[in-house]
């Protein structure tokens, strides 16, 4: 890998110690207030007590922590000093200071061996951290709790209780059941013992006999009201957050060239964020902090998630994986769903990323046509930068080469908000900190066609594949091109990870679907483009074109980009139905988007028909519950941004939920369309949907709701591509435009 600049190498260095996130994968809880006195504030360096605490002030984690308590609380670096400031925050606004001191943890894992009657859940830290805390389960508190239950009820039932031989058989039953409980939930990260204190991981087999005389001397040290199991830990203040959140500066072994500045940024990320994210499985993204700019920070130091040692390490894997890749495509997807593409060198990308950098790429890529015209009000002035998100990392549907999605940056390393990709992300993140978590599946409905006759205006035509074609028919899967297109796509996407859990004929000539599997929005998205890019590669190979426009003829079945979305908790999921319902019709905008997303809104032909209405297995309804938190929102199409619209229907249901949004609709059993008026009005369906883009512009920008949940920026540059791509396409005759749909989409 390729060596920063001299001149700046030590400053990005530091950068990258200033604004990477800490993972503490071991904490213990904060005290609570009321605890607060009683433990020394000595303590929070050390883990002595009673004479030996006083020695503590000698010790250089004590003098350290001074100087760097100094440093938060702008006072003299002595420890009586300190001690005073330290007085004086915790008689304020205990949240305050806690989030001052816990700037830079991404999330904390908690050891709940500790008395819960005096520190604070585990759960409550959430509002400290980024990301949601989680649980580290002390085996032993587990074996505490039920042994001392059992020994109530073997003292309370004296010799008329059950035998010892008993209660031992089902103190073990309880104590396995418990296990595996916490093994099986989702906010348990891992497990704690301290026999690994005397042992190391070296732990001796399960001894049946050993576990029977513990019992019994447990039981029999009951009696006496001894206990044999204790806890001594001790326990935190928020003080002694900040103090464990630095970390060591690797800026000497630069200068003495004992480490280069890539390998000492990569070290940097591993240690706070990086191996700890892994071990435990955690899946989170490394996105850097803000950091105060200064004299000496320069554009592009700031590190990304694409820069990160496990970034780094997936690219690096993919050429000694698959050493034919000789490309790498970095991708993202504008207003108008066009995908857009640089292409690099694998090598020089291994080499640009490995320093931090990302590729320049000018302001207006957010406000350009399918032409490349400019939306008004866009200017060319200025640039961002490119960064892949590795994560998406996955072969291409060509040998030789890899794709990855995108976000930007601006100059001095800030994501750019506007950016459909980072508006998902920042959407999902906002629902993890509320507790909530979502899967999401998608359905790639496609049309294959052929080029048209040569001196004809028709760029397309249907493939002769059998005129008895219909949804999920075998007829459809007898013509062997056809066949081999579709398993050479089955391979391709396999090849690049694409989960695809069935395929299947649709109603159109040359229409098939691909159901994919079920994942995290992000992953979900970045999948579905992967996909999409592939299907079309292929289908070029065979001579075809793979088409998502909604109606590539006029008078057959169209295609949707049905979305599957379900919750954990699930709990509040009708609360997530009823802001979906009460926004849809300006949600349109960014779900049909296209002056052509219209032709294909009908009543009674499996799209979802035109009135805004839910209900279980409906088919006819823009919303289908399915069952338990899961729902398909059918009213999308191949047009809509996917991180945009994705972004915008989690936005919509998360709004209803934290407003907790009536459900003002009733469960419609029927298609709404062959209901009567009152039959509709019993279930407070009242209202159709828009039925023309320009229609559901105008409820776009209406609405509130959706201008809080996109941002000012979004809101308006999304409304000004919209309204040029509209004034385009009107001007064209619908064939016309059909076809020149049919050529991009």
Request: aromatic share 8%; with cysteine; proline share 5%.
């Amino acid at each position: 890998m390729a060596g920063f600049k001299q001149d700046n190498s030590i400053q990005q260095l530091l950068d990258c110690i200033q604004t990477t996130p800490v993972i503490d994968h071991h904490a213990h809880n904060i005290l609570l207030p009321s605890e607060q006195e009683n433990h020394p504030l000595l303590s929070i360096t050390t883990e002595a007590n009673g004479e030996a605490l006083q020695h503590t002030s000698s010790t250089l984690a004590h003098m350290r922590a001074v100087r760097q308590l100094a440093e938060i609380l702008e006072c003299e670096p002595t420890w009586d000093i300190v001690q005073s400031h330290l007085q004086k925050k915790r008689k304020e606004d205990s949240d305050s200071w806690a989030k001052l001191c816990f700037h830079g943890i991404e999330t904390v894992l908690i050891d709940d061996g500790l008395d819960t009657n005096i520190v604070y859940s585990y759960n409550w830290h959430d509002r400290l951290t980024r990301y949601p805390c989680k649980r580290i389960v002390r085996i032993e508190k587990i074996a505490e709790a039920i042994m001392t239950r059992w020994v109530e009820y073997y003292q309370a039932q004296g010799e008329q209780g059950r035998p010892i031989s008993n209660v031992r058989e089902s103190i073990s039953e309880e104590f396995s059941w418990e296990i595996e409980k916490a093994i099986c939930d989702p906010e348990v990260a891992g497990f704690k013992s301290v026999i690994c204190y005397r042992t190391g991981l070296a732990i001796p087999p399960f001894d049946q006999l050993g576990f029977e005389r513990g019992m019994d001397a447990f039981l029999d040290e009951s009696k006496s009201g001894r206990k044999s199991i204790r806890l001594e830990d001790n326990v935190l203040n928020p003080g002694f957050v900040h103090i464990t959140a630095q970390t060591l500066v690797l800026r000497d072994y630069v200068i003495s060239q004992i480490l280069t500045v890539p390998e000492a940024i990569m070290l940097v990320q591993d240690i706070l964020f990086c191996t700890s994210n892994r071990l435990y499985d955690l899946k989170l993204d490394l996105k850097p902090l803000k950091a105060a700019m200064t004299m000496n920070t320069f554009p592009g130091s700031h590190p990304s998630p694409s820069t990160s040692i496990e970034g780094i390490e997936a690219l690096e894997r993919m050429m000694s994986d698959e050493p034919t890749v000789k490309y790498l495509r970095l991708q993202w997807v504008d207003y108008t769903a066009t995908f857009r593409v640089r292409i690099l060198p694998v090598r020089q990308a291994l080499d640009l990323f490995s320093q931090g950098k990302g590729v320049n790429v000018t302001k207006a890529v957010l406000g350009l046509l399918q032409t490349d015209a400019m939306a008004a009000g866009v200017r060319s002035v200025g640039q961002y930068q490119l960064y892949p998100t590795f994560s998406s990392l996955c072969l291409g549907a060509r040998p030789g080469y890899a794709m990855v999605q995108c976000e930007f940056r601006d100059d001095d390393g800030k994501p750019v908000p506007t950016y459909p990709r980072t508006f998902l992300r920042t959407t999902v993140e906002q629902a993890r900190h509320h507790g909530i978590k979502f899967l999401v599946g998608f359905e790639i409905e496609v049309v294959f066609l052929y080029n048209g006759p040569e001196g004809t205006e028709l760029a397309y035509k249907a493939p002769h594949v059998t005129p008895a074609q219909s949804w999920s028919s075998a007829r459809a899967l007898h013509d062997h091109q056809m066949m081999d297109l579709l398993e050479s796509i089955i391979l391709a996407l396999g090849r690049a990870g694409v989960g695809i859990q069935q395929f299947h004929a649709e109603s159109a000539p040359g229409q098939y679907e691909f159901v994919m599997d079920p994942m995290e929005p992000l992953a979900a998205v970045d999948s579905l483009i992967c996909a999409r890019d592939i299907i079309a590669t292929v289908a070029s190979k065979f001579g075809m074109r793979a088409t998502l426009v909604p109606k590539a003829f006029p008078t057959a079945a169209g295609s949707g980009a049905h979305v599957h979305v379900s919750m954990t908790p699930p709990e509040k999921h009708q609360y997530f139905l009823a802001g979906l319902l009460n926004h849809l019709d300006g949600l349109l905008a960014l779900t049909y988007p296209n002056v052509a997303s219209y032709e294909r809104v009908s009543d009674s032909t499996w799209s979802g028909g035109t009135w805004i209405a839910w209900g279980t297995q409906n088919r006819e309804t823009p919303i289908r519950y399915i069952s338990g938190s899961r729902y398909e929102i059918k009213c999308m199409d191949g047009f809509a941004n996917p991180f945009l619209a994705l972004g915008a229907i989690l936005g919509s249901g998360l709004h209803g939920i934290l407003e907790t949004e009536p459900l003002r609709h009733g469960d419609c059993l029927d298609d709404p369309a062959n209901l009567t008026t009152d039959e509709r009005r019993a279930l407070g369906i009242t209202s159709q949907m828009p039925r023309s883009i320009a229609e559901a512009l105008r409820y776009f920008r209406e609405s509130a709701a959706l201008r809080n949940i996109l941002g000012d920026a979004a809101f308006e540059n999304y409304l000004a591509v919209k309204q040029a791509e509209v004034e385009m396409l009107d001007g064209m005759e619908t064939e016309d435009r059909r076809q020149w749909l049919i050529e991009r989409y």
